[in-house]
């Protein structure tokens, strides 16, 4: 029988007191996304139409200008790799989007569209893209816009110092990208210039996710006239990253104070017409305190605002609410294998690994109780997960998963068969061998209430047996995480993550065998079948590619390496002097920006 909210909470409580003894008490935020990954806020994915609306309607007669003021909420300093190419979670890339250097848009169904700064022509018979580029297009600084800008983002990450994540499967799919990489070449010999507006890109194969900006094709354009001379291996240091970044996009940066705040103003060279507003200023605000600036009118727009504080907001009479289904899942990985940097390969080592019994991995999964998480900590703005394709892709989303719902006792029953078994009566299972059993997991440090959830979760996996500890005492800042991820730190069993897919549903370049972003380190000949079948040529047969989509979101769910979690919604509370705010797929204020407006002087403040 579930458990009532408030029985919940009393657990929680008993359970935060020891969690807190472990790790002194050093409560930090939350964030659970990285990379291609992000945070934010959810709800129920099954009925979106429901929930939120997409827009605001705001009627009111627009001021002059204006400085949009927006929070970015995060309880520790950005990183500030303002570089497509080299920037590693989603807050960068929050900060690039108000001044972005994207060359393709994409309608609602996130397929490329001849709207953007460039357009593609795919020949399929022969592996070849042709790229066009708009001409008369100039950069922030007034320097034109040529086709050197879209060839240098493939030159910087195929080349053997790059220092991003990056190079990968997918890269490795255009011609002579590994011969570059590994130094036998100066250049990558499926990259031709026809002319300054013109490239044509040579790929090994195509498939349908070569419309998606899948395949290896890149979206993004890179000044050349400014980092060109920068060699690589020294790139995400310099100033032209890190201080002075040039744009496309409808704003340039002015001011940047590392790990706090990013100051725009508008880009008089912006391809689709001067910004109405004068600037954005992005401010980092810590989740302690983001609702009562909500209320005190001190923002227009909230991004990676979180499901937790909704309760607080939600009578506020400044603000409309918007929200989607995002692209996105969380997960519980585990580490069964290495990843081999030196030869780019994962290398699985179920025999050797201590999570590498699949029994084991099912029962963890079945010991979460994460539909009560997310019921009573997300408000429903969260739901059990099934699958690692969220359900907005609805073409290759498997609803018929069952997924791994809370069920402790079938969770008792599978240790019982894998010989996991409690020799000394003392509750807690030993291993196989009889031999004392701790499973470290590695889990992304947050406010009070992500303190509260790791601490439910750890006795969830008590109550069937089993010994879970957190990797170093305590829970780990955002970007620490990762890098212990990404290392296999031997202190890491199992940790949990999250992913913003982006608009490509394709599990290339998180879950190849050459993917540094596969950190399960898991790989067999069925999964690598599967996800090289999604992008092959053989699946611009509609209903071929969604077969292999499902084989893929089966083979995950059988072998249980990395176990979704939970789908969400992405929220936005937005101030009501804001007019032309949208979040609709294929019409969000991204691509509209220069007609983002003001109707007051100040935010408003709630009543």
């Not at 699949?358 to 699958?387: H, P, T, W």
């Not at 990797?471 to 290392?487: C, H, P, Q």
Request: hydrophobic share 35%; with cysteine; net charge negative.
């Amino acid at each position: 029988m579930k458990k009532t909210k408030w029985s919940l909470l009393a657990l929680l409580f008993s359970v935060l007191l020891v969690l807190t003894a472990c790790n002194g008490g050093d409560d930090k935020p939350a964030e659970d996304t990285k990379g291609t990954e992000d945070t934010g806020t959810e709800k129920d994915a099954k009925n979106p139409d429901e929930l939120f609306t997409l827009a605001v309607e705001n009627e009111e007669e627009a001021i002059e200008g204006g400085t949009l003021r927006v929070a970015m909420v995060k309880d520790e300093p950005f990183q500030g790799i303002f570089n497509w190419e080299l920037y590693e979670d989603a807050y960068d890339s929050y900060l690039m989007d108000w001044a972005t250097n994207v060359i393709f848009e994409t309608d609602e169904n996130f397929m490329i569209t001849d709207t953007g700064l460039a357009t593609i022509d795919v020949d399929q018979d022969n592996n070849k893209v042709t790229v066009k580029i708009r001409e008369g297009v100039k950069w922030s600084d007034g320097e034109p816009f040529t086709i050197e800008d879209v060839i240098l983002p493939y030159l910087i990450i195929g080349h053997p110092d790059y220092t991003g994540v990056r190079y990968d499967t997918q890269f490795q799919n255009i011609v002579g990208a590994e011969e570059y990489n590994a130094g036998k070449a100066d250049t990558i010999s499926g990259l031709k210039k026809i002319d300054d507006h013109t490239l044509e890109i040579s790929f090994k194969q195509l498939s349908p996710a070569i419309y998606y900006s899948g395949d290896g094709l890149w979206s993004y354009a890179a000044p050349s006239h400014q980092i060109k001379d920068i060699p690589v291996a020294e790139l995400v240091e310099s100033d032209a990253v890190r201080k002075n970044p040039v744009t496309l996009g409808a704003f340039k940066i002015d001011k940047i104070v590392p790990g706090e705040s990013v100051q725009y103003s508008r880009n008089e060279h912006y391809w689709k017409g001067v910004p109405k507003l004068d600037g954005v200023v992005v401010e980092v605000v810590p989740s302690s305190s983001i609702s009562v600036a909500i209320k005190s009118g001190e923002y227009d727009v909230i991004q990676s605002f979180n499901a937790t504080k909704m309760p607080e907001i939600e009578n506020y009479d400044n603000i409309t609410v918007l929200g989607r289904q995002e692209l996105y899942y969380s997960y519980l990985g585990f580490k069964v294998g290495k990843y081999d940097f030196e030869n780019n390969t994962v290398v699985t080592d179920l025999e050797g690994s201590k999570m590498g019994d699949v029994k084991l991995r099912q029962a963890m999964g079945y010991a979460l109780d994460i539909e009560q998480v997310s019921e009573v900590f997300y408000n429903n703005l969260r739901e059990r997960a099934n699958s690692l394709i969220p359900p907005v892709f609805k073409a290759f989303y498997d609803d018929s998963l069952e997924g791994y719902t809370y069920d402790p006792e079938k969770a008792k029953a599978l240790l019982d068969e894998a010989g996991y078994k409690d020799v000394d009566n003392d509750g807690i299972r030993e291993d196989k061998n009889g031999e004392k059993l701790e499973i470290k997991l590695a889990a992304m440090s947050g406010d009070a209430t992500q303190e509260e959830i790791i601490a439910f979760y750890l006795q969830n996996w008590k109550d069937v047996g089993l010994n879970v500890t957190l990797s170093t005492g305590r829970l780990i800042e955002f970007n620490s995480f990762y890098d212990k991820v990404e290392a296999d730190d031997p202190e890491i069993d199992m940790f949990m993550g999250a992913w913003g897919t982006g608009t490509n549903p394709s599990p290339a370049g998180l879950y190849g065998k050459a993917d540094q972003f596969n950190y399960s380190r898991y790989t067999s000949e069925e999964l690598e079948t599967a996800v090289k079948n999604i992008d092959s040529p053989k699946a611009f047969d509609t209903n071929y590619r969604a077969q292999e989509f499902k084989k893929f979101q089966q083979h995950i769910e059988e072998v249980a390496t990395t176990i979704p979690m939970q789908f969400r919604y992405e929220i936005f509370p937005v101030n009501k002097r804001v007019k032309n705010f949208s979040i609709e797929y294929g019409n969000e204020y991204k691509d509209h920006l220069h007609e983002i407006e003001l109707t007051a002087e100040e935010p408003v403040a709630s009543n």
